[in-house]
């Protein structure tokens, strides 16, 4: 079985400094399985899709608390769908009221999380808004484990055997 | 100084245990839950001690409820704390009297008797003109003093029509782009007779030069200039992270502006060293005041360093803390404050000016605090954390408004903001008699345990600094120490938060549906209209005068002269903020933090 | 898993693009300190372009179209095909891996390893602004360990780098461990081998020094950089921990702190001591890893560094240990695989019972471990009789 990672990168666009929100969410993600990528604050939203771009992204998360978000969750998405990777889920969070964040939605933002949102319903909705193949649960990986290109025909019927070779089911 | 004796068998007494098979996440100090010793040998026999053995022979009988008895960072605290905690306290030495060493309860010694605090209320949006009308009306209603928030792009060293800035400016605060929006911002406000406060950092030099041309072409002596210019840049690489340069550059203009200000603006106070975003990032309360006396003692040394005299610069010299909603953690760490900071500049930086061992603060009431749900709770908070200011001695407050968890404050809600310290003031009686919870048991010992967990962090910081604090809190930010701290006390308090331990009405218990609520909205044309200003200005300006200016400026900072009369000149010839920072940035490069998750 | 889009305009050109070989033309000295990103000169190779969609996210393109893109520098190619390797998916796993070793072999690779805190980042990042102005084409593999409980990793390496973020002539990935002891993500060498493909003509491999990550990355690595800072542990321990060992060109960071110079001192001491190197066949004792002081933040001595590498690469062409080095990686790398799959066979045998069995009966002392070992591998074969615990011979 495969090692799927939901790959995520958080960013701070724009000239706000607030790390607190993001920080916890980028742990909260890293907590359960996930793999996230911080590319630290004063980003541009050119700098921010070039990173989802080259690290192969699910998701995109983005964290304002300037009063920017109308200008900068728009300019995201409309550099993914210029690079034609719409597929990228964009979700945020920070100082947004109601009616910017629905306004957001029908542009194509996934989710806005209000302050106060607990981290683990990010988590879940991270989950299912990227579905796919990614671990159920979070797990650990086996230590020193390490890939073969082949299943060996004995795995092909009944317990099957984890690539990495340790014998065990992998999650 | 406390007693270390514990009753044999761990019961939920005085002595502190906060009950069976409790945890706390916070850190744990032995000492702290044990404070209060209660049953020593020593004190069975006297009528106190004996009604302390009943009392906790009652408590252990009635039992604990089911909940988190912790402070809000998580210091464990007892049940009761009387008497029998620390009979051998040196109250002259340690307590003492307000307006007197170690100035635990105040630094004056009429406090609110001799004046009341000042009401300085933080606003700015949008453009200098609105932001003008703004402060007319709250000084029309009673508010003391000015205080100036810039806008994102202001705080960043960006002008209007920058093209970082678009979407940005006027949001959370005022737009200044130069010494034409700085003089309609004052217009009509005599800055000789007005105290002012101004709420920046990285750019703290250029907003300065460009205050002192204002205040010139008012009239107005600068040695009767009374405010506070921010400027404290530690506090943005550990936690706000609104810097310009690398810290050398930074420290270098910092130590320009006390020098400056010593010899020209006396009355001005050109540093505010601030725990207040150290506590907004996450820190604990033990951690903003550790971190932000470091942050002055930093600032006492780069002083120094710089040939200056403590007993001159020290005065001038403020501090600005948070106050957060656990009400006795507050008011303690604000004491401890108090007598940490006097007795290190008298002990170890042989301060001997009285007014140089004072600290003295302003305090803003905790934005992390509010609530986007049920944002009319808020308003009590607010009160709550503002009366915790009181107690504890602030020079100045703010209290925030209920809706600014969204946007920038309503009028309806700024007033109530401002009412809410009125009444404060006029109504409750609290600034009637001078630290009226000096001699609280729990208090005084809750003031000894933030005092001692200051210390500890203060061992560490000197040790990466090898001895020095300034050298300490640099390799601190070069290492990630501080923001790692901080990081990881915001993760467990969300933890926490996420599991029911700490409880945010209306958040996480008592949830009900949200009413809308109005909030205040910075319209588009506010950008449009900055920048088509700008253009205006930049197009009438002199421009040979302004290149002029920047070229000497520049070549001033690849020296080591004093950049603020430099500054002053190009702030005069109406060079923007973007130009001069630009200009800086040039000599200074720029700075990325070390990636601290 | 067949997919519907069109392929890449770029491809549609026809011609392959330019290789301009020597074009590349120096930048003026930049304004600005060493973050600001380098005036980008004429490409020498391929420039990574982005591309024009290639379908929904899960269900990616089939590999060897992926290749054939990512040789046409498409970027969202190379990541997708990186994930996918980091996935090891059996089958793809090997035709990706056979393909790309077809073609394999001609960027310089040069791995990057420190302690947390010396600034391998701010050093990572200036030597790619270096190596821009060359008008070399530059990836960067930025590793950093999956947590051991939960699997999943934050990964901040990019933090540092981002000035480089809008440059088509920079691909930057960060990968974690995920599960891998050591420094590297077992896919690691396979993504360097995506971005030599996709023309990155200097690989530059980060991670953080920590148990056998130096010797990881040397495996990796044609030229090794090991950077070290004072304060944060003294050279002596670092000669005790084998980096010296591995080390082509040793960095000390920080130069402007306190015991900077101490600790070049007592490297270069080291060095000159001839302390023992891997021993390679045929062993490379010409080479004297220099002891370089630098201030990374200040981009001072960033410049030495980045000719020293080039000077090992040089050294290694003409001594010919370049070859060697190789030989024994591919070696390695056949091995790994071996053994790997040779665990997989052995964990998989009787549907895996066969090593619980064995287990068990080696805790019964009804066998030894050695013949345990030898029935494993004769394939479920049933060993002959119980052996007595007194002949059991071999310990």
């Known amino acids: 079985m495969a090692d799927e990672r939901i790959r995520v990168v958080v960013a701070k666009p724009g000239l706000d400094g607030h790390d607190r929100g993001v920080k916890i969410v980028a742990r909260a993600l890293r907590d359960a399985g996930m793999e996230v990528v911080y590319t630290g604050l004063h980003q541009t939203p050119e700098q921010i899709v070039a990173a989802a771009l080259q690290e192969d992204a699910d998701a995109v998360g983005l964290?304002?608390?300037?009063?920017?978000?109308?200008?900068?969750?728009?300019?995201?998405?409309?550099?993914?769908?210029?690079?034609?990777?719409?597929?990228?889920?964009?979700?945020?969070?920070?100082?947004?009221?109601?009616?910017?964040?629905?306004?957001?939605?029908?542009?194509?933002?996934?989710?806005?999380?209000?302050p106060g949102t607990p981290t683990a319903r990010i988590v879940e909705w991270v989950r299912a808004a990227v579905g796919g193949d990614g671990p159920a649960v979070a797990g650990p990986v086996p230590q020193g484990a390490m890939t073969t290109p082949d299943d060996p025909p004995e795995a092909a019927e009944g317990r099957s055997a984890d690539p990495r070779g340790t014998g065990t089911p992998s999650r | 100084m406390t007693h270390q004796d514990v009753p044999a068998e761990p019961t939920p007494s005085s002595s502190g245990h906060a009950g069976p098979g409790r945890r706390t996440t916070g850190p744990a100090d032995p000492e702290a839950g044990r404070a209060d010793p209660g049953a020593g040998p020593a004190d069975s026999g006297t009528a106190i001690g004996e009604a302390a053995e009943r009392w906790r022979a009652r408590y252990a009988a009635t039992g604990e409820r089911d909940a988190d008895f912790t402070t809000l960072s998580g210091e464990e605290v007892a049940p009761l704390y009387s008497p029998l905690d620390d009979p051998d306290r040196d109250v002259a030495g340690t307590i003492g009297f307000p307006g007197e060493y170690p100035y635990t309860r105040g630094v004056y010694p009429t406090m609110y008797r001799g004046r009341s605090w000042t009401i300085r209320q933080f606003s700015g949006f949008g453009n200098a003109r609105e932001t003008n009308e703004r402060y007319k009306y709250l000084i029309a209603h009673g508010g003391g003093g000015l205080s100036v928030a810039f806008d994102m792009p202001t705080l960043m060293g960006r002008d209007s029509d920058d093209p970082r800035s678009l979407g940005e400016v006027g949001h959370c605060g005022v737009a200044i782009d130069s010494v034409a929006d700085m003089e309609v911002l004052f217009s009509g406000l005599p800055l000789e007779r007005l105290t002012t406060s101004m709420t920046i950092s990285g750019p703290a030099p250029m907003l300065f030069a460009m205050y002192l041309v204002v205040a010139e072409r008012q009239g107005a002596d600068l040695a009767h200039l009374d405010g506070t210019l921010q400027t404290d840049i530690f506090k943005e690489y550990i936690a706000q992270k609104e810097w310009l340069f690398p810290p050398q550059p930074h420290l270098r203009l910092t130590a320009d502006l006390m020098q400056f200000c010593a010899a020209e603006v006396p009355k001005y106070h050109p540093i505010s060293v601030s725990g207040y975003?150290?506590?907004?990032?996450?820190?604990?309360?033990?951690?903003?005041?550790?971190?932000?006396?470091?942050?002055?003692?930093?600032?006492?040394?780069?002083?120094?360093?710089?040939?200056?005299?403590?007993?001159?610069?020290?005065p001038q010299l403020s501090f600005f803390f948070d106050a957060h909603i656990d009400f006795f953690e507050e008011i303690a760490k604000f004491r401890a404050a108090r007598r940490i900071w006097?007795?290190?500049?008298?002990?170890?930086?042989?301060?001997?000016n009285p007014k140089a061992l004072q600290l003295r603060f302003h305090t803003q009431t905790a934005g992390v605090s509010l609530t986007a749900q049920q944002p009319d709770n808020n308003v009590v908070r607010t009160a709550i954390e503002a009366l915790a200011a009181v107690l504890g001695g602030t020079q100045s407050l703010h209290t925030n408004a209920l809706d600014e968890v969204y946007a920038l404050p309503t009028e309806r809600a700024a007033r109530i903001a401002l009412r809410t310290q009125q009444v404060l003031a006029e109504e409750t009686g609290a600034g009637n008699v001078i630290d009226p919870l000096g001699g609280s048991w729990y208090v005084e010992h809750l003031t000894d345990v933030t005092e001692r967990r200051a210390e500890e962090l203060f061992a560490r910081i000197e040790e990466m600094g090898s001895g020095s604090m300034l050298d300490g809190v640099l390799a601190g930010i070069d290492r990630g120490w501080f923001q790692q701290h901080i990081a990881d006390a915001a993760f467990a308090y969300q933890q926490q938060l996420e599991k029911g331990e700490k409880v945010i009405v209306g958040v996480n218990?008592?949830?009900?549906?949200?009413?809308?609520?109005?909030?205040l909205r910075i319209p588009a044309e506010v950008e449009r209209e900055q920048r088509q200003a700008l253009a205006r200005r930049r197009a009438d300006r002199d421009q040979g005068a302004v290149d002029a200016a920047l070229a000497k400026l520049e070549a001033a900072a690849r020296g080591d002269t004093n950049l603020i009369p430099h500054l002053v000149d190009a702030a005069r010839a109406e060079a923007t903020l973007g130009e001069m920072t630009v200009t800086l940035k040039g000599v200074f490069g720029e700075y990325v933090e070390p990636p601290m998750l | 898993m067949t997919d519907s889009q069109g392929t890449a305009p770029e491809l549609d050109e026809g011609t392959a693009p330019q290789l301009d070989v020597g074009a590349g033309a120096e930048a003026g000295a930049g304004a600005g300190g060493p973050h600001a990103a380098s005036a980008?000169?004429?490409?020498?190779?391929?420039?990574?372009?982005?591309?024009?969609?290639?379908?929904?996210?899960?269900?990616?393109?089939?590999?060897?179209?992926l290749i054939e893109r990512v040789r046409g520098g498409d970027r969202r190619a190379v990541a997708r095909l990186i994930s996918l390797l980091e996935r090891g998916e059996g089958g793809e796993l090997r035709t990706a891996a056979e393909a790309l070793s077809a073609s394999a072999g001609?960027?310089?690779?040069?791995?990057?390893?420190?302690?947390?805190?010396?600034?391998?980042?701010?050093?990572?990042?200036?030597?790619?602004?270096?190596?821009?102005?060359?008008?070399?084409?530059?990836g960067v593999l930025a590793v950093d360990p999956s947590s051991p409980y939960t699997g999943g990793a934050l990964l901040g390496d990019r933090v540092r780098m981002q000035a480089h973020a809008l440059d088509e002539g920079v691909y930057i990935r960060s990968m974690a461990t995920r599960g891998a002891l050591g420094g590297l993500a077992w896919a690691t060498p396979q993504a360097a081998r995506v971005l030599d493909a996709a023309g990155c003509e200097v690989i530059l491999v980060e991670t953080v020094g920590v148990g056998q990550a130096e010797i990881d990355v040397a495996g990796l690595a044609d030229t090794t950089l090991v950077v070290l800072a004072p304060g944060l542990g003294d050279a002596?321990?670092?000669?005790?921990?084998?980096?010296?060992?591995?080390?082509?060109?040793?960095?000390?960071?920080?130069?402007?702190?306190?015991?900077?110079?101490?600790?070049?001192?007592?490297?270069?001491?080291?060095?000159?001591?001839?302390?023992?190197?891997?021993?390679?066949?045929?062993?490379?004792?010409?080479?004297?890893?220099?002891?370089?002081?630098?201030?990374?933040?200040?981009?001072?001595?960033?410049?030495?560094v980045a000719k020293a590498i080039a000077e090992h690469g040089s050294h290694l062409r003409s001594s010919g240990e370049l070859q060697r080095r190789r030989h024994a990686r591919a070696a390695r790398e056949?091995?790994?695989i071996a053994v790997a799959a040779l665990r997989t066979r052995l964990g998989a045998v009787r549907r895996g019972q066969a090593l619980d069995d064995l287990a068990e009966r080696v805790l019964a002392r009804s066998l030894g471990p050695y013949t345990a070992a030898d029935e494993l591998l004769r394939y479920g074969e049933p060993a002959p009789a119980p052996v007595p615990a007194a002949t059991r011979a071999r310990g």
């Open chain 1, 63 to 114: 964290s304002i608390h300037s009063g920017a978000h109308m200008t900068l969750f728009p300019r995201v998405l409309e550099l993914l769908r210029e690079a034609g990777a719409e597929d990228v889920v964009v979700f945020g969070g920070g100082i947004i009221p109601a009616e910017d964040a629905a306004a957001l939605g029908r542009q194509g933002v996934a989710a806005i999380f209000t």
């Open chain 2, 277 to 314: 975003h150290i506590r907004e990032a996450g820190s604990t309360a033990a951690q903003e005041l550790a971190f932000t006396l470091a942050d002055g003692f930093a600032y006492v040394e780069l002083g120094q360093r710089r040939g200056l005299d403590v007993d001159v610069f020290g």
């Open chain 2, 342 to 352: 006097a007795r290190r500049l008298r002990e170890r930086y042989g301060a001997t």
């Open chain 2, 509 to 519: 218990r008592h949830v009900t549906d949200d009413e809308p609520l109005e909030i």
């Open chain 3, 40 to 65: 980008v000169s004429g490409p020498m190779r391929p420039s990574l372009r982005p591309s024009h969609g290639d379908g929904r996210r899960r269900r990616p393109a089939p590999v060897n179209e």
């Open chain 3, 106 to 138: 001609q960027a310089a690779v040069v791995g990057l390893t420190g302690a947390p805190g010396v600034g391998k980042s701010t050093l990572a990042s200036a030597l790619v602004a270096l190596w821009r102005r060359e008008g070399r084409t530059v």
């Open chain 3, 236 to 304: 002596v321990q670092i000669a005790k921990a084998g980096i010296l060992e591995v080390a082509d060109v040793l960095a000390v960071n920080k130069a402007d702190r306190e015991g900077a110079d101490r600790v070049a001192r007592d490297l270069r001491e080291m060095v000159h001591l001839g302390l023992p190197r891997v021993p390679e066949p045929g062993g490379d004792r010409r080479w004297s890893p220099p002891v370089i002081k630098l201030s990374a933040g200040n981009g001072k001595g960033v410049d030495q």
């Open chain 3, 334 to 336: 056949i091995e790994e």
